[in-house]
């Protein structure tokens, strides 16, 4: 650029001097520069005419970026200038392409007061210097276009100054829509036409204004002027470059200082996908020395993809040079943190469709993982501790939607039978419940339970009551959150309210109790006392009060009752009798048990009495019967033991003379009816024999005067004598008597005599009460732990209920079979004591029409191995 400074520019008097001489040539000259600068003033109107036409041809690019981009960038970045630029990163990227397409190296967005919000220029953004002016005529809906240039090195271009046309258009939204278009070619091709047209239009008026005479003085004055006014252009226009270097240093500064304090870095790569440009901030982030990412991969910076499921995709797009937005990563700074970060790119081509690499943002959001991070471990632990209480829990939103529930309320209030939803409503859930019939709603109508139920939901006044079609008893209670939602907390009180029920009914089994019962601390107060025991004591829980335990015990001192506490507290219980004192004085024989409990810390005796005085008074009566029947039964014991001597001796010789007359001793007897009344006799008076001794046998094991001889017998033998014995009785009965046994027989411990009679009442009720035909069958047989003899009728039988009366002196079973056979009903209760005697059991089953079963056990240490027989069975 030419030096235009002012001293350069005006006129010295040695010029004025040169034009006097040369006054000719001068003029010539003067003339020609004169009409030189007329051309360059119409030169200047023309530029504004040109300015004008290029304007008007930029309206339709206005028009066409604010229709395409009004709503998607402009008025967004409009109403919100602080708004984060990766938001809006894809539509930034459209207008650039759609700026670099239509030779656009500028479309900005100003708002009203001309500060600029964006730019699309890739060098810094600089100060437009609008006047008020400008800007209130643009706004009315004049468009405006100025003409402007841009010094070397300023633009894309670095091969010269260029010429720009910018045209301002106002939009919609009440923004400025600032487009620029550069016509540096055009402008100098104009220019160079427009300077050739001046050089011949100056030469050829030189020429005729070479014979014309014009004063040196106006020429020199025209001379002046035309200086002055080119002096105060280049003085404007060297303000104007000061100015613009001034605010372009000023944006440079401002954009840095913004890039520096935001938490996002730009970047850029190359074709082979390293790093060729970041901004500062991006070295301070991920911890790396400055300069140090450039010529690196993402593999060489350790960046890796989460979630690592998105790699391959994100792989895709980089091979493919496709666009790629908000994908994360996560990387190790050289300082062992971890950064996680979002990052956008946009690949690059040039004209040809090659690809340059890519540029695009980052952003990190470690601060974000880390606060997700927490907020998921808050949610675990909070899902946790609500699964860990074992109450339930759901969480109603404000619109009275299910939120969450715990699992206890999945379980047991129908989840598993897809009765919960997340998203339905409480009446629509508790209309479910009722409906499949997990809730109860008792005797109300489902409807009206609903309702309430609902009522009492929206507006909680309190815990209510749930009642499950299983039993349970569940307590609701509700609060409301402040952010208008609703906590539901159920608790399954069913045990709770059995406890309860179980507290309540022993309080009034206390009370209620025949028993009196006092509670009596260790210093001797009568802390509380039941009904019965005020009542036995004549008091009232009001009189109560202030007594010691010496006061209504007439036989205790305060000493003693310190020893007795301490009694009981080492044997922690007590019974026996003592006797206790009325508030009227009165003194009452009770029977009390004492024993030591604990309540919350504190010791008490628990001590239940009962009035014994009704019992004291039974037992003597008791005591004075029992006098008396002992005295009774010691006078029939005698009177029997000296009736069975004078009973006996008539009935042997009634018995005797009778074997007499029927064996023919006498002489013969003819009559046969003569013949049965002697039969009959001495019939009778075996079978009152039999039964006299029945008897005393009987009064003996009464009075314990029986007693057995022990001696080793022979069971062989005795079974042989009684099979001998019964034989005759059995064949006149006509039952079958059969021994059944293949075991060589032991010895047994026992008296003879009182076998033999064990074993011969046995056999003879057998045959007694088998009905002809059928058959009485003896066994042995060992067992571990011992031996017993078995007596297998198929006689009438009894039924269970009757053998406790069988087995009862002089028992009588009540039924008509059992009457038709006569007895005393001392067999088997002699045959019982007689087992006792000989430490065995007497074991009784039996079957109404079946038959009878009797088994007689003895213990193993009174079975004799040494000598073993087989039975001989005699007239068997």
């Known amino acids: 650029m030419q030096d235009m400074s002012p001293h350069r520019m005006k006129p010295t008097v040695a010029v004025r001097h040169r034009l006097t001489r040369w006054y000719l040539l001068a003029a010539a000259v003067v003339i020609g520069l004169v009409f030189t600068a007329i051309v360059l003033l119409f030169g200047f109107r023309e530029r504004t005419e040109f300015v004008a036409l290029m304007g008007t041809w930029s309206a339709p690019h206005a028009l066409e970026i604010e229709n395409r981009f009004g709503d998607s960038l402009l008025t967004p970045k409009l109403r919100a200038p602080d708004l984060h630029p990766t938001t809006l990163e894809p539509e930034v990227w459209a207008l650039e392409s759609y700026a670099s397409r239509h030779d656009l190296p500028r479309v900005a967005l100003l708002d009203p007061s001309g500060r600029i919000l964006f730019s699309t220029a890739s060098q810094a953004i600089d100060s437009l210097g609008l006047d008020d002016a400008t800007l209130r005529d643009t706004m009315n809906g004049t468009m405006t276009s100025s003409l402007i240039t841009r010094p070397p090195g300023s633009g894309r271009e670095a091969d010269g100054e260029r010429t720009l046309v910018r045209t301002l258009h106002a939009l919609a939204n009440g923004g400025l829509l600032l487009v620029e278009r550069d016509i540096t070619e055009t402008f100098r091709h104009r220019q160079q036409v427009k300077y050739g047209l001046a050089t011949g239009v100056s030469l050829l008026l030189l020429v005729m204004f070479s014979i014309v005479y014009f004063p040196v ?73 400055a300069g140090s990412l450039i010529g690196k991969s993402r593999d060489d910076l350790g960046f890796q993809v989460t979630p690592p499921t998105d790699a391959e995709r994100h792989a895709e797009e980089f091979n493919n040079h496709r666009p790629f937005r908000d994908a994360t990563y996560m990387t190790k700074t050289p300082d062992g943190r971890t950064v996680h970060m979002r990052v956008s790119g946009q690949p690059l081509f040039d004209g040809s469709g090659a690809f340059l690499g890519y540029r695009g943002s980052s952003v990190d959001i470690t601060a974000a993982r880390e606060a997700e991070a927490e907020v998921s471990r808050a949610r675990l632990l909070l899902a946790d501790a609500l699964e860990s209480i074992t109450d339930g829990f759901i969480l109603w939103d404000d619109q009275d939607r299910l939120v969450l529930a715990n699992q206890y309320v999945h379980e047991n209030l129908g989840s598993r039978a897809g009765l919960l939803s997340k998203g339905d409503t409480c009446e629509t859930i508790l209309r479910q419940l009722v409906d499949s019939g997990v809730i109860d709603t008792g005797r109300a109508p489902p409807d009206l339970w609903l309702a309430e139920t609902m009522r009492s939901h929206r507006t909680p006044e309190g815990p209510r009551e749930l009642t499950l079609s299983s039993g349970r008893l569940i307590l609701a209670r509700e609060n409301k959150t402040r952010l208008g939602g609703t906590v539901s907390i159920y608790q399954d009180i069913t045990e709770l309210r059995r406890a309860q029920q179980k507290l309540e009914l022993s309080e009034r089994s206390v009370q209620e109790a025949s028993d009196g019962i006092f509670w009596i601390l260790e210093n001797g107060d009568l802390m509380q006392a039941n009904r019965a025991a005020l009542k036995l004591l004549d008091q009232t829980a009001v009189s109560l009060t202030g007594l010691k335990a010496w006061d209504i015990n007439p036989e205790l001192s305060p000493e003693q009752w310190s020893r007795f506490w301490q009694s009981i507290h080492r044997r922690q219980t007590w019974f026996g009798q003592v006797r206790m004192r009325s508030r009227l004085g009165t003194e009452i024989d009770v029977e009390m048990a004492c024993n030591m409990v604990s309540h919350e810390g504190q010791r008490y005796v628990l001590a239940m009495v009962r009035d014994i005085r009704m019992r004291l008074m039974q037992e003597a009566a008791l005591y004075r019967a029992k006098e008396e029947a002992e005295a009774a039964n010691r006078a029939k014991t005698q009177f029997l033991a000296t009736m069975s001597h004078e009973l006996r001796t008539p009935l042997n010789a009634i018995i005797g003379f009778s074997d007499i007359l029927i064996h023919g001793l006498m002489g013969p007897v003819e009559n046969p009816r003569h013949r049965e009344y002697l039969e009959d006799i001495r019939g009778s008076g075996n079978h009152l024999l039999e039964v006299i001794n029945d008897i005393l046998d009987m009064a003996k094991v009464e009075s314990g005067t029986m ?12 079974l042989g004598d009684v099979l001998r014995l019964t034989q005759a009785h059995a064949d006149e009965a006509e039952v079958d008597l059969v021994f059944e046994s293949d075991e060589l027989l032991p010895r047994l411990l026992a008296d003879p005599n009182r076998l033999k009679q064990i074993l011969l009442n046995v056999v003879t009720n057998g045959i007694k009460f088998t009905p002809a035909g059928g058959s009485v069958t003896l066994g042995v047989a060992r067992l571990n732990d011992g031996l017993i003899l078995t007596i297998d009728d198929t006689g009438i039988g009894m039924a269970p209920e009757d053998i406790p009366t069988a087995l009862t002196p002089f028992g ?65």
């Open 217 to 289: 003085r106006r020429g020199e004055q025209a001379l002046v002027a035309a200086d002055e006014d080119l002096r105060r252009s280049a003085a404007e226009l060297e303000q104007r470059v000061v100015a613009r270097t001034l605010e372009l240093r000023q944006s440079e500064v401002r954009f840095k200082n913004f890039a520096e304090a935001a938490s996002d870095w730009f970047w850029e790569m190359d074709a082979d996908l390293r790093v060729c440009f970041c901004s500062e901030n991006a070295h301070r982030i991920l911890g790396f020395p």
């Open 707 to 718: 007693a057995v001889r022990n001696a080793s017998v022979d069971l062989a033998r005795i």
């Open 812 to 876: 009588q079973i009540d039924s008509d079979l059992a009457r038709r056979y006569e007895g005393t009903g001392l067999g088997l209760p002699l045959v019982a004591h007689l087992m006792e005697l000989h430490d065995g059991r007497l074991r009784l089953d039996s079957t109404p029409g079946c038959g009878t079963k009797v088994g007689l056990w003895f213990p193993l240490e009174r079975v004799v191995d040494q000598e073993m027989e087989k039975v001989t069975e005699t007239g068997t």
